[in-house]
């Protein structure tokens, strides 16, 4: 099966400074990829959704500004937080969907702290 | 924003029972899918099932779905221990659209 690798796994990054969060799509071209949060207990949030070449677009109450967004190829999507905040501090997930089939696969998920 | 409301939210069986799990949406869909989640891992595919299907099955799982209703159904019958996760149903409007997840089920197998 698709197989998306997400890096770091989890990281620990002080109030204040960047972090940048890689989804990548392993043996198939993703044409379309996803970023999700998820709170502990909680459900998936749907972040954004980015087009390879396209600029993403940002679901209601999700500040683009903060939240960047950038899939340059078709095998990998960046996720960067801008300027973190503990309230940042989540389970960051991304998904990917190929040419030829609508199915998304998920990546295991990257583990936000922010102190 | 959430469509599905899933309850119960948490569901505590012992091995060998089953489980049945639902999940209503509130907008049309061309699909609902049935995804499991391990403490603090990711996602992974369980099962599909389009808006002209009513039944589905893989394996120990039995899927339903009821779209005058907008509802579905997720049984897993013969639980084991290792089913012990988070249960989500998520829609999809159009198809190659974006997923819109439930709130969860909670499900605890007890050995």
């Known amino acids: 099966g698709a197989v998306v690798s997400q890096h770091p796994s989890w990281v620990i990054c002080k109030s204040g400074t960047s972090v940048k969060i890689e989804c990548r799509s392993l043996?198939?071209?993703?044409?379309?990829m996803f970023w999700y949060r998820q709170f502990p207990k909680q459900s998936l949030m749907l972040m954004a959704t980015s087009n390879e070449g396209s600029k993403a677009t940002y679901e209601q109450g999700v500040e683009k500004d903060k939240f960047l967004i950038n899939h340059a190829s078709l095998t990998l999507s960046t996720l960067t937080v801008t300027s973190a905040h503990p309230e940042d501090s989540s389970f960051y997930i991304c998904?990917?969907?190929?040419?030829?089939?609508?199915?998304?696969?998920f990546g295991p998920g990257t583990r936000l702290t922010v102190t | 924003s959430q469509q599905g409301e899933e309850d119960p939210q948490a569901l505590s069986i012992q091995e060998g029972e089953n489980a049945t799990m639902n999940c209503s949406y509130k907008?049309?869909?061309?699909?609902l899918q049935w995804y499991r989640q391990n403490s603090g891992r990711g996602l992974v595919h369980l099962i599909l099932?389009?808006?002209?299907?009513r039944e589905k099955h893989s394996g120990r799982l039995r899927v339903t779905l009821d779209t005058s209703k907008k509802s579905s159904s997720l049984l897993i019958t013969a639980s084991r221990a290792a089913d012990t996760a988070s249960y989500f149903c998520?829609?999809?409007?159009?198809?190659?659209?974006?997923?819109?997840f439930g709130q969860g089920t909670e499900l605890s197998v007890k050995p």
């Open positions: 907008t049309s869909i061309n699909n």
């Open positions: 099932i389009r808006s002209n299907e």
């Open positions: 998520a829609t999809v409007q159009n198809q190659g659209g974006k997923l819109i």
């Open positions: 043996d198939f071209q993703a044409t379309t």
């Open positions: 998904s990917a969907s190929g040419t030829f089939t609508y199915e998304q696969y």
